[in-house]
Protein backbone atom coordinates (compact mmCIF):
# COMPACT_ATOMS: atom_id res chain seq x y z
CA UNK A 1 0.00 0.00 0.00
CA UNK A 2 1.49 3.18 -1.30
CA UNK A 3 0.32 6.65 -0.30
CA UNK A 4 1.72 10.04 -1.48
CA UNK A 5 0.38 13.78 -0.35
CA UNK A 6 -0.84 15.43 -3.25
CA UNK A 7 -2.04 18.71 -0.94
CA UNK A 8 -1.77 19.21 2.90
CA UNK A 9 -3.00 22.97 2.87
CA UNK A 10 -6.42 23.82 4.57
CA UNK A 11 -8.32 26.66 3.53
CA UNK A 12 -6.70 27.81 -0.21
CA UNK A 13 -3.46 27.25 -1.77
CA UNK A 14 -0.90 29.19 -0.46
CA UNK A 15 2.50 29.41 -2.32
CA UNK A 16 5.33 31.70 -0.88
CA UNK A 17 9.27 31.22 0.03
CA UNK A 18 7.59 29.80 3.67
CA UNK A 19 5.66 26.97 2.48
CA UNK A 20 8.22 25.31 0.24
CA UNK A 21 8.93 22.35 2.29
CA UNK A 22 5.20 21.25 3.70
CA UNK A 23 3.79 22.57 0.58
CA UNK A 24 0.62 24.71 -0.71
CA UNK A 25 -1.23 23.17 -2.58
CA UNK A 26 -5.64 22.14 -0.81
CA UNK A 27 -6.04 18.20 -0.10
CA UNK A 28 -5.59 15.59 -2.37
CA UNK A 29 -4.02 12.25 -1.26
CA UNK A 30 -3.33 8.85 -3.22
CA UNK A 31 -3.11 5.68 -2.27
CA UNK A 32 -2.51 2.52 -4.37
CA UNK A 33 -2.46 -0.69 -3.36
CA UNK A 34 -2.42 -3.98 -5.69
CA UNK A 35 -3.32 -1.88 -9.16
CA UNK A 36 -6.49 -0.17 -7.67
CA UNK A 37 -5.97 3.62 -6.90
CA UNK A 38 -7.68 5.89 -4.48
CA UNK A 39 -7.88 9.45 -4.57
CA UNK A 40 -9.05 11.33 -1.18
CA UNK A 41 -10.25 14.76 -1.70
CA UNK A 42 -10.19 16.73 -5.28
CA UNK A 43 -8.24 20.01 -3.62
CA UNK A 44 -5.69 21.93 -6.04
CA UNK A 45 -3.11 19.15 -5.05
CA UNK A 46 -4.83 16.66 -7.71
CA UNK A 47 -3.47 18.92 -10.45
CA UNK A 48 -0.08 17.53 -9.70
CA UNK A 49 -0.88 14.45 -9.39
CA UNK A 50 -2.73 14.61 -12.76
CA UNK A 51 0.75 16.21 -13.95
CA UNK A 52 2.85 13.25 -12.66
CA UNK A 53 3.65 10.48 -14.20
CA UNK A 54 2.26 8.83 -10.87
CA UNK A 55 -1.18 7.68 -12.87
CA UNK A 56 -0.03 6.96 -16.41
CA UNK A 57 -1.67 3.17 -16.86
CA UNK A 58 -4.56 3.48 -14.74
CA UNK A 59 -8.02 3.59 -16.35
CA UNK A 60 -10.01 3.42 -13.69
CA UNK A 61 -9.87 6.11 -10.58
CA UNK A 62 -12.05 6.24 -7.48
CA UNK A 63 -11.92 10.00 -5.61
CA UNK A 64 -13.49 10.34 -2.51
CA UNK A 65 -14.80 13.41 -1.51
CA UNK A 66 -14.93 14.13 2.25
CA UNK A 67 -16.77 17.51 1.45
CA UNK A 68 -17.70 20.15 -0.47
CA UNK A 69 -15.66 22.91 0.73
CA UNK A 70 -14.18 24.74 -2.18
CA UNK A 71 -10.39 23.26 -0.79
CA UNK A 72 -11.62 19.76 -1.19
CA UNK A 73 -12.76 19.91 -4.84
CA UNK A 74 -11.24 23.10 -6.89
CA UNK A 75 -9.28 20.66 -8.60
CA UNK A 76 -11.38 18.37 -9.65
CA UNK A 77 -12.13 20.02 -13.25
CA UNK A 78 -8.66 19.32 -13.58
CA UNK A 79 -8.38 15.95 -13.58
CA UNK A 80 -7.11 15.38 -16.37
CA UNK A 81 -8.57 11.56 -16.82
CA UNK A 82 -12.10 12.67 -16.76
CA UNK A 83 -11.42 13.69 -20.74
CA UNK A 84 -10.08 10.25 -21.57
CA UNK A 85 -12.94 7.86 -22.93
CA UNK A 86 -11.11 5.12 -21.93
CA UNK A 87 -11.43 6.10 -18.27
CA UNK A 88 -13.62 5.31 -15.90
CA UNK A 89 -13.97 7.40 -12.65
CA UNK A 90 -15.88 7.17 -9.70
CA UNK A 91 -16.67 9.52 -7.72
CA UNK A 92 -17.73 9.43 -3.88
CA UNK A 93 -18.87 12.00 -1.73
CA UNK A 94 -21.58 12.76 1.57
CA UNK A 95 -25.27 12.97 0.20
CA UNK A 96 -28.74 11.26 0.10
CA UNK A 97 -28.40 9.47 -3.43
CA UNK A 98 -26.30 10.00 -6.74
CA UNK A 99 -28.48 12.80 -8.12
CA UNK A 100 -27.64 14.45 -5.30
CA UNK A 101 -24.57 14.76 -5.75
CA UNK A 102 -24.01 15.57 -8.87
CA UNK A 103 -26.37 18.38 -8.18
CA UNK A 104 -23.78 19.82 -5.55
CA UNK A 105 -20.91 19.52 -7.51
CA UNK A 106 -22.38 20.84 -10.79
CA UNK A 107 -22.84 24.32 -9.02
CA UNK A 108 -19.18 24.16 -9.26
CA UNK A 109 -19.00 22.27 -12.32
CA UNK A 110 -20.65 24.61 -14.57
CA UNK A 111 -20.79 28.30 -15.72
CA UNK A 112 -20.07 30.72 -14.81
CA UNK A 113 -17.79 29.39 -12.02
CA UNK A 114 -16.50 27.04 -14.32
CA UNK A 115 -16.45 26.38 -17.78
CA UNK A 116 -16.74 22.80 -18.41
CA UNK A 117 -19.78 21.04 -17.56
CA UNK A 118 -20.24 17.81 -15.55
CA UNK A 119 -21.43 16.30 -18.63
CA UNK A 120 -18.53 17.85 -20.93
CA UNK A 121 -16.03 15.05 -19.40
CA UNK A 122 -15.31 12.21 -22.12
CA UNK A 123 -14.73 9.23 -19.85
CA UNK A 124 -17.57 7.16 -17.82
CA UNK A 125 -18.29 9.06 -14.61
CA UNK A 126 -20.35 7.46 -11.65
CA UNK A 127 -21.06 9.05 -8.91
CA UNK A 128 -22.05 7.22 -5.33
CA UNK A 129 -23.62 8.93 -2.35
CA UNK A 130 -21.99 8.23 0.68
CA UNK A 131 -22.04 7.25 4.11
CA UNK A 132 -21.86 3.60 3.79
CA UNK A 133 -20.37 1.83 6.90
CA UNK A 134 -18.93 -0.96 4.58
CA UNK A 135 -18.01 -0.66 0.64
CA UNK A 136 -15.73 -2.48 -1.61
CA UNK A 137 -13.54 -1.06 -3.92
CA UNK A 138 -11.75 -4.11 -5.92
CA UNK A 139 -10.00 -5.50 -2.92
CA UNK A 140 -10.09 -2.80 -0.85
CA UNK A 141 -12.52 -2.36 2.25
CA UNK A 142 -14.03 1.24 2.52
CA UNK A 143 -16.24 2.92 5.61
CA UNK A 144 -16.96 6.52 5.96
CA UNK A 145 -19.02 8.26 8.48
CA UNK A 146 -20.39 11.53 9.44
CA UNK A 147 -17.78 13.66 11.51
CA UNK A 148 -18.34 17.30 13.60
CA UNK A 149 -17.44 19.63 11.07
CA UNK A 150 -19.99 22.32 8.56
CA UNK A 151 -21.84 21.13 6.94
CA UNK A 152 -22.33 17.04 5.64
CA UNK A 153 -18.64 15.78 6.04
CA UNK A 154 -17.29 12.40 5.43
CA UNK A 155 -13.93 10.37 6.88
CA UNK A 156 -12.84 7.23 5.54
CA UNK A 157 -11.20 4.23 6.95
CA UNK A 158 -9.66 1.81 3.98
CA UNK A 159 -8.06 -1.65 4.82
CA UNK A 160 -6.61 -4.80 2.68
CA UNK A 161 -5.66 -8.15 4.57
CA UNK A 162 -2.44 -6.30 6.21
CA UNK A 163 -2.99 -2.74 6.52
CA UNK A 164 -5.22 -0.20 7.60
CA UNK A 165 -5.46 3.79 7.49
CA UNK A 166 -7.88 6.80 7.96
CA UNK A 167 -8.38 10.23 6.08
CA UNK A 168 -10.25 12.93 8.52
CA UNK A 169 -8.98 16.26 7.22
CA UNK A 170 -11.27 18.34 8.46
CA UNK A 171 -12.95 17.60 11.98
CA UNK A 172 -13.19 19.53 14.93
CA UNK A 173 -13.21 16.82 17.21
CA UNK A 174 -13.62 18.67 20.31
CA UNK A 175 -15.85 21.16 19.45
CA UNK A 176 -17.70 21.94 22.68
CA UNK A 177 -16.07 19.20 24.71
CA UNK A 178 -14.96 20.89 28.01
CA UNK A 179 -12.50 18.25 28.42
CA UNK A 180 -10.81 16.66 25.83
CA UNK A 181 -10.54 13.83 25.31
CA UNK A 182 -13.98 12.36 25.88
CA UNK A 183 -15.00 8.53 26.26
CA UNK A 184 -14.38 6.53 23.09
CA UNK A 185 -18.24 6.18 22.64
CA UNK A 186 -18.99 10.17 22.25
CA UNK A 187 -15.93 10.56 20.39
CA UNK A 188 -16.77 12.12 16.58
CA UNK A 189 -14.63 10.07 14.18
CA UNK A 190 -13.22 7.60 16.63
CA UNK A 191 -14.69 3.99 15.00
CA UNK A 192 -13.02 5.29 12.00
CA UNK A 193 -9.61 6.01 13.61
CA UNK A 194 -9.12 3.51 16.23
CA UNK A 195 -6.31 0.77 15.66
CA UNK A 196 -5.41 2.40 12.35
CA UNK A 197 -1.96 1.95 10.94
CA UNK A 198 -1.51 5.19 10.32
CA UNK A 199 -3.92 8.33 10.36
CA UNK A 200 -4.06 11.71 8.39
CA UNK A 201 -5.64 14.45 10.96
CA UNK A 202 -6.63 17.81 10.54
CA UNK A 203 -4.46 19.96 12.95
CA UNK A 204 -5.01 23.24 11.28
CA UNK A 205 -4.47 25.82 14.73
CA UNK A 206 -2.68 26.07 17.39
CA UNK A 207 -4.23 25.94 20.81
CA UNK A 208 -3.79 29.75 20.74
CA UNK A 209 -5.80 30.15 17.60
CA UNK A 210 -8.21 27.34 18.07
CA UNK A 211 -9.59 29.64 21.06
CA UNK A 212 -10.53 32.67 18.76
CA UNK A 213 -11.94 29.83 15.70
CA UNK A 214 -14.14 27.39 18.02
CA UNK A 215 -16.85 26.19 16.03
CA UNK A 216 -14.95 26.95 12.30
CA UNK A 217 -14.38 23.07 12.25
CA UNK A 218 -11.12 22.24 12.72
CA UNK A 219 -8.63 20.96 15.32
CA UNK A 220 -5.75 22.02 16.85
CA UNK A 221 -2.06 20.28 16.82
CA UNK A 222 -2.56 19.09 20.31
CA UNK A 223 -5.91 18.03 19.88
CA UNK A 224 -5.50 15.64 16.73
CA UNK A 225 -2.09 14.43 18.96
CA UNK A 226 -5.00 13.24 22.02
CA UNK A 227 -6.96 11.88 18.89
CA UNK A 228 -4.07 9.81 17.49
CA UNK A 229 -3.54 8.51 21.23
CA UNK A 230 -6.80 7.69 22.15
CA UNK A 231 -7.21 5.91 18.59
CA UNK A 232 -4.32 4.15 19.21
CA UNK A 233 -2.94 4.97 15.80
CA UNK A 234 0.60 4.06 15.04
CA UNK A 235 1.59 6.43 12.85
CA UNK A 236 -0.09 10.27 12.67
CA UNK A 237 0.45 12.38 9.99
CA UNK A 238 -0.79 16.33 11.27
CA UNK A 239 -2.84 17.35 7.91
CA UNK A 240 -4.91 20.74 6.22
CA UNK A 241 -1.93 23.21 7.10
CA UNK A 242 -3.29 26.51 7.57
CA UNK A 243 -2.63 29.13 5.05
CA UNK A 244 -1.11 31.41 7.39
CA UNK A 245 1.43 28.97 9.21
CA UNK A 246 5.19 29.09 7.66
CA UNK A 247 7.21 25.51 7.51
CA UNK A 248 9.26 27.26 10.16
CA UNK A 249 5.57 27.49 12.39
CA UNK A 250 4.42 23.70 11.55
CA UNK A 251 7.98 22.75 13.16
CA UNK A 252 7.84 24.74 16.23
CA UNK A 253 4.27 23.57 16.82
CA UNK A 254 4.99 20.20 15.80
CA UNK A 255 8.18 20.48 18.73
CA UNK A 256 5.81 22.02 21.19
CA UNK A 257 3.10 19.82 20.87
CA UNK A 258 4.99 16.45 20.70
CA UNK A 259 4.54 14.91 24.12
CA UNK A 260 8.05 13.44 25.31
CA UNK A 261 6.89 9.82 25.99
CA UNK A 262 4.58 8.53 23.44
CA UNK A 263 3.95 5.45 21.77
CA UNK A 264 3.27 6.61 17.71
CA UNK A 265 4.85 8.40 15.53
CA UNK A 266 3.80 12.03 14.82
CA UNK A 267 4.71 13.71 11.53
CA UNK A 268 3.67 16.92 9.55
CA UNK A 269 2.22 15.73 6.49
CA UNK A 270 4.11 17.22 3.38
CA UNK A 271 3.23 17.67 -0.06
CA UNK A 272 5.01 15.15 -1.95
CA UNK A 273 6.29 12.15 0.40
CA UNK A 274 4.95 9.13 -0.16
CA UNK A 275 4.67 6.43 2.55
CA UNK A 276 5.06 2.96 2.00
CA UNK A 277 2.71 0.51 4.16
CA UNK A 278 2.12 -3.26 4.68
CA UNK B 1 -18.84 1.79 18.95
CA UNK B 2 -19.11 5.54 19.01
CA UNK B 3 -22.76 6.75 18.59
CA UNK B 4 -23.68 8.95 15.32
CA UNK B 5 -22.57 12.34 14.98
CA UNK B 6 -26.23 14.09 15.28
CA UNK B 7 -26.11 12.12 18.91
CA UNK B 8 -22.93 13.62 20.11
CA UNK B 9 -23.97 16.96 18.76
CA UNK B 10 -26.90 17.01 20.61
CA UNK B 11 -24.99 16.36 23.71
CA UNK B 12 -22.52 18.54 23.50
CA UNK B 13 -25.05 21.11 23.14
CA UNK B 14 -27.47 19.41 26.27
CA UNK B 15 -24.14 19.96 28.31
CA UNK B 16 -24.62 23.31 27.91
CA UNK B 17 -28.19 23.79 28.82
CA UNK B 18 -29.85 24.17 31.73
CA UNK B 19 -33.01 23.09 29.80
CA UNK B 20 -33.67 19.67 31.01
CA UNK B 21 -32.85 17.18 28.13
CA UNK B 22 -32.21 13.45 27.40
CA UNK B 23 -31.09 11.77 24.69
CA UNK B 24 -32.47 8.49 23.76
CA UNK B 25 -31.59 5.78 21.00
CA UNK B 26 -33.35 4.18 19.05
CA UNK B 27 -34.07 1.33 20.80
CA UNK B 28 -35.28 4.01 23.42
CA UNK B 29 -32.33 3.11 25.98
CA UNK B 30 -31.89 6.29 27.34
CA UNK B 31 -27.93 7.29 26.63
CA UNK B 32 -27.47 10.68 28.02
CA UNK B 33 -29.11 13.10 30.15
CA UNK B 34 -28.05 16.45 31.55
CA UNK B 35 -27.87 17.78 34.20
CA UNK B 36 -31.15 19.69 34.71
CA UNK B 37 -32.89 16.39 33.46
CA UNK B 38 -30.97 14.40 36.25
CA UNK B 39 -32.44 16.18 38.52
CA UNK B 40 -36.56 15.45 37.08
CA UNK B 41 -34.99 11.61 36.87
CA UNK B 42 -33.87 11.86 40.64
CA UNK B 43 -30.56 10.16 39.05
CA UNK B 44 -26.88 11.63 37.72
CA UNK B 45 -25.66 10.24 34.58
CA UNK B 46 -22.02 10.71 35.54
CA UNK B 47 -22.63 9.00 38.25
CA UNK B 48 -25.06 6.25 37.08
CA UNK B 49 -24.31 6.36 32.87
CA UNK B 50 -27.16 5.00 30.84
CA UNK B 51 -30.92 4.03 31.78
CA UNK B 52 -32.13 0.79 29.61
CA UNK B 53 -35.91 1.59 28.02
CA UNK B 54 -36.83 -1.30 30.59
CA UNK B 55 -36.04 0.63 33.79
CA UNK B 56 -37.51 3.69 33.28
CA UNK B 57 -40.61 3.10 30.98
CA UNK B 58 -42.38 1.91 33.98
CA UNK B 59 -42.24 4.97 35.89
CA UNK B 60 -44.18 6.98 33.80
CA UNK B 61 -48.01 7.41 34.23
CA UNK B 62 -50.99 8.68 32.55
CA UNK B 63 -53.09 9.36 35.82
CA UNK B 64 -52.21 11.04 39.22
CA UNK B 65 -52.90 7.78 41.22
CA UNK B 66 -49.50 6.07 38.73
CA UNK B 67 -51.75 2.54 38.84
CA UNK B 68 -51.05 1.89 35.59
CA UNK B 69 -47.91 2.67 33.77
CA UNK B 70 -47.93 4.02 30.49
CA UNK B 71 -47.33 1.51 28.08
CA UNK B 72 -44.40 3.15 26.10
CA UNK B 73 -44.68 1.20 22.98
CA UNK B 74 -48.23 2.81 22.86
CA UNK B 75 -47.86 6.11 23.31
CA UNK B 76 -44.83 7.65 23.38
CA UNK B 77 -41.06 7.27 22.79
CA UNK B 78 -40.88 3.91 20.62
CA UNK B 79 -43.82 5.68 18.61
CA UNK B 80 -42.29 9.11 18.31
CA UNK B 81 -38.57 6.62 17.40
CA UNK B 82 -40.61 4.84 14.52
CA UNK B 83 -43.37 7.37 13.90
CA UNK B 84 -40.72 10.37 13.35
CA UNK B 85 -43.59 12.63 14.68
CA UNK B 86 -43.13 15.30 18.01
CA UNK B 87 -44.74 13.41 21.19
CA UNK B 88 -46.18 16.70 24.14
CA UNK B 89 -48.01 15.58 26.91
CA UNK B 90 -48.54 15.42 30.93
CA UNK B 91 -47.46 12.51 32.70
CA UNK B 92 -46.58 11.64 36.26
CA UNK B 93 -43.54 10.30 36.63
CA UNK B 94 -42.30 8.63 39.73
CA UNK B 95 -38.25 9.14 39.95
CA UNK B 96 -34.81 7.42 40.78
CA UNK B 97 -35.50 8.68 44.33
CA UNK B 98 -38.99 7.33 44.50
CA UNK B 99 -40.53 11.03 44.49
CA UNK B 100 -43.94 11.26 42.92
CA UNK B 101 -44.16 14.42 40.43
CA UNK B 102 -46.14 15.82 37.33
CA UNK B 103 -44.04 16.45 34.33
CA UNK B 104 -44.56 18.08 31.01
CA UNK B 105 -42.73 15.81 28.41
CA UNK B 106 -41.55 16.84 24.73
CA UNK B 107 -40.01 14.29 22.52
CA UNK B 108 -38.79 14.84 19.12
CA UNK B 109 -37.55 12.12 16.53
CA UNK B 110 -33.91 13.05 15.56
CA UNK B 111 -33.65 12.03 12.31
CA UNK B 112 -30.24 12.27 10.60
CA UNK B 113 -28.62 13.08 7.60
CA UNK B 114 -29.72 10.78 4.73
CA UNK B 115 -32.87 10.22 6.54
CA UNK B 116 -31.57 8.26 9.55
CA UNK B 117 -33.62 7.57 12.34
CA UNK B 118 -31.23 8.06 15.65
CA UNK B 119 -33.40 8.31 18.49
CA UNK B 120 -35.28 11.23 20.17
CA UNK B 121 -34.45 14.29 22.36
CA UNK B 122 -36.69 14.20 25.17
CA UNK B 123 -37.61 17.64 27.02
CA UNK B 124 -38.70 16.94 31.04
CA UNK B 125 -40.55 20.06 32.65
CA UNK B 126 -41.16 19.98 36.03
CA UNK B 127 -44.78 21.12 36.74
CA UNK B 128 -45.29 20.19 40.38
CA UNK B 129 -43.91 17.22 42.90
CA UNK B 130 -46.75 15.88 45.10
Known amino acids: MTL??????????????????Y??????????????????????????????????GFKEFHILLTHMHFDHIQGLGFFGPFFNPENKVNIYGPAINSEELIKTLSKYLSPPLFPVRIRDFKADVQFHALPKRSLKIDHLSVSSAYLCHPGPTLGYRINNEQTTLCYIP?????????????????????????????????????????????????????????????????????????????????EELLAEQTPASRNFEINLAKEGDRIELN | MAQDIELILSRQLAEY?????????????????????????????DENGEIDIR?????????????????IHEISFIKVLTGRHILQGEYWMRNFEEINQKVMIICIPLIGMSQREIGAMIYFNLIHRS
Not at chain 1, 4 to 19: A, K, L
Not at chain 1, 33 to 55: N, V
Not at chain 1, 170 to 191: I, Q, R, Y
Not at chain 2, 17 to 43: C, Q, R, W
Open chain 1, 4 to 21: QFWGTRGSIPTFNDETQI
Open chain 1, 23 to 56: GGNTSCVSLVDQGTLIIFDAGSGIKRLTDSEYIK
Open chain 1, 170 to 250: DHEVALGVPSFPKSTTWTSGFDLAADTDLLIHDAQYSNQEYQAKIGWGHSSFNQAIRFGELCRTKKLFLFHHDPAHSDQQL
Open chain 2, 17 to 45: LSTPIALVDHDGKMIYFNESAGHVLGKHF
Open chain 2, 55 to 71: DWEGRVFENENMLDGVN
